[in-house]
């Protein structure tokens, strides 16, 4: 019942969802992941104060359950109580007996900037994930980190910067010890932002040869999520040429569970002079409810467009 109920849940199926998870927590009453798992979908639908009455019902079944905290804090993230977010991310932080929550309960905490549209706090939370990425040696978030940093500064306007922390992101995508897979998607993606750096600076065919070598490479790779990355980066380029057509073309090829791919769907639409569609996509991105670096540097600027 847990697994059909993410099954509804990603096919955006709430109703089945909502039954199939209170069948799990009918079968498994004294059980605290039955509670999250219903306590996810309440977020996920919008039901934001519910969503934290179970994710705590979570917690009391398992004193030593802290990821509903996450949980909790990104309802008050959603609620546009940031102070109260931050709260329950760093309660998570210093409960979590584990390196990876410490890590996630950090990087919410720069999500929680972005969605407030503070970017020098975000940059502050930034260094803090840093430097316990660099204590603790997981690389992965190293990485991450970096190109996380060259994406904010993009979006503030700051394209040398941008292009430095690119630079960073990539030297230390090839000294540390990745899996070769790991390493390759990085570099995909990393490929695909220089395009788009290439776009912002209106470099047009220095960023269509970029995308030209990178597709090179997807079609070796043979990866689908790469593929579609490749299509959220193509439309944006061609969005930044005034191509709406082309690039609404490009989008719908997107991962359409991607926040950023929605976002500029909703401004091709836009540019295009299509408000109903725009206006529905934008409310599609502020009613995405969950987590991730895409999600929480398109959301304040959707939430803006969708009024």
């Given at each position: 019942y847990?697994?059909?109920?993410y099954a509804?849940?990603?096919?955006?199926?709430?109703?089945e969802?909502?039954?199939a998870f209170?069948?799990y927590?009918?079968?498994?009453?004294?059980?605290?992941?039955?509670?999250d798992?219903?306590?996810e979908l309440?977020m996920k639908?919008?039901r934001f104060?519910?969503?934290?009455v179970h994710y705590?019902k979570?917690?009391?079944k398992?004193s030593?359950?802290?990821?509903p905290?996450?949980?909790?804090g990104?309802?008050?993230?959603?609620k546009?109580?940031f102070t109260?977010?931050r709260?329950?991310f760093e309660k998570y932080?210093?409960?979590?007996?584990?390196?990876?929550g410490?890590t996630?309960?950090?990087?919410?905490?720069?999500?929680?900037y972005?969605?407030q549209?503070?970017m020098?706090?975000?940059?502050?939370?930034?260094?803090?994930h840093?430097a316990?990425?660099?204590?603790e040696k997981?690389?992965?978030?190293?990485?991450?980190n970096?190109?996380?940093?060259?994406?904010?500064?993009?979006e503030?306007?700051?394209?040398d910067e941008?292009?430095a922390?690119?630079?960073?992101?990539?030297t230390a995508?090839?000294?540390?010890?990745l899996t070769?897979a790991?390493?390759g998607?990085?570099?995909?993606?990393m490929g695909?932002?220089e395009?788009?750096l290439?776009a912002r600076?209106?470099?047009f065919?220095?960023a269509?040869?970029?995308l030209e070598?990178?597709?090179?490479?997807?079609d070796?790779?043979g990866?689908?999520?790469?593929?579609k990355?490749?299509?959220?980066?193509t439309?944006?380029?061609e969005?930044?040429q005034?191509?709406?057509?082309?690039?609404?073309?490009?989008?719908?090829?997107?991962?359409p569970?991607?926040?950023l791919n929605i976002?500029?769907?909703?401004?091709?639409?836009?540019?295009k002079?299509d408000?109903a569609?725009?206006?529905?996509?934008?409310?599609?991105v502020v009613d995405?409810n969950?987590t991730?670096?895409?999600?929480?540097i398109?959301?304040?600027q959707?939430?803006k467009?969708?009024?």
């Open positions: 847990n697994t059909l109920g509804y849940k990603v096919n955006g199926k709430y109703k969802a909502e039954e209170k069948k927590m009918e079968l498994a009453p004294n059980l605290s992941n039955p509670v798992s219903y306590a309440l639908m919008g104060d519910e969503s934290i705590q979570a917690m009391e398992d030593a359950f802290v990821t905290l996450r949980g909790i990104l309802n008050y993230l959603h546009g109580d109260k977010a709260e329950y932080f210093a409960t979590s007996q584990q390196v990876n410490k996630d309960a950090l990087s919410n905490l720069l999500f929680s972005l969605h549209w503070d020098e706090g975000a940059m502050k939370a930034a260094d803090r840093l316990f990425a660099e204590k997981i690389p992965g978030s190293v990485v991450a970096h190109f996380n940093r060259a994406f904010i500064s993009a503030n306007g700051k394209l941008a292009a922390h690119l630079n960073h992101a990539r995508n090839e000294s540390f010890a070769p790991a390493k998607t990085n570099g995909v993606n695909l932002f395009a788009e290439l600076k209106k470099d065919a220095g269509a040869r970029q070598q990178i597709k090179a490479l997807i070796k790779r990866s689908a999520f790469e593929t990355n490749y299509h959220t980066s439309g944006y380029v969005l930044m005034g191509n709406n057509d082309k690039a609404l073309e490009m989008f719908q090829k997107g991962n569970d991607n926040p976002f500029r769907m909703a401004m091709a639409y836009e540019k002079g408000k569609n725009a206006k529905k996509s934008y409310q599609a995405w969950w991730g670096f895409s999600y929480a398109t959301r304040p959707a939430t467009k969708a009024m």
